[in-house]
């Protein structure tokens, strides 16, 4: 079984565990995109390289947890590939909807909320 690149920018970093599994950290990395404060629990990615940048994990997990992943996302994000900073294409979940309602954290990273 071959495993694949995740990039995890927001709840995942800091409570993975049940969610992905077993999985191996490889690297930490940004994309260029903005990341929204959707609430208190969980921010919104939007693909943008003028914005900047967006910062998380990237992680190798085996493919059949993708469904669980996407039935846990739900329909508010969709599942795409990405080039990240250190030339690996990988995984990441995008938010779908407007982030006009929504407060940009400057920062790119969930971690900090800022």
Do not use: H, Q
């Not at 709840?11 to 565990?17: D, N, W």
């Not at 030339?87 to 400057?106: F, M, P, Q, R």
């Amino acid at each position: 079984m071959e495993l694949e690149y995740l990039f995890i920018y927001g709840v995942f970093r800091e409570a993975s565990g049940p969610i992905l599994g077993d999985y191996i950290f490889c690297d930490r990395a940004f994309v260029f995109g903005g990341l929204w404060k959707v609430n208190d629990f969980y921010p919104g990615f939007k693909r943008n390289p003028f914005i900047g940048k967006v910062w998380g994990d990237i992680v190798l997990v085996d493919p059949s947890i993708f469904e669980k992943l996407d039935d846990f996302e739900g329909n508010e994000y969709r599942r795409a590939k990405i080039w990240t900073s250190i030339g690996i294409e990988s995984w990441i979940y995008e938010w779908k909807g407007s982030v006009s309602d929504y407060e940009l954290i400057t920062s790119g990273d969930w971690i900090i909320r800022k």
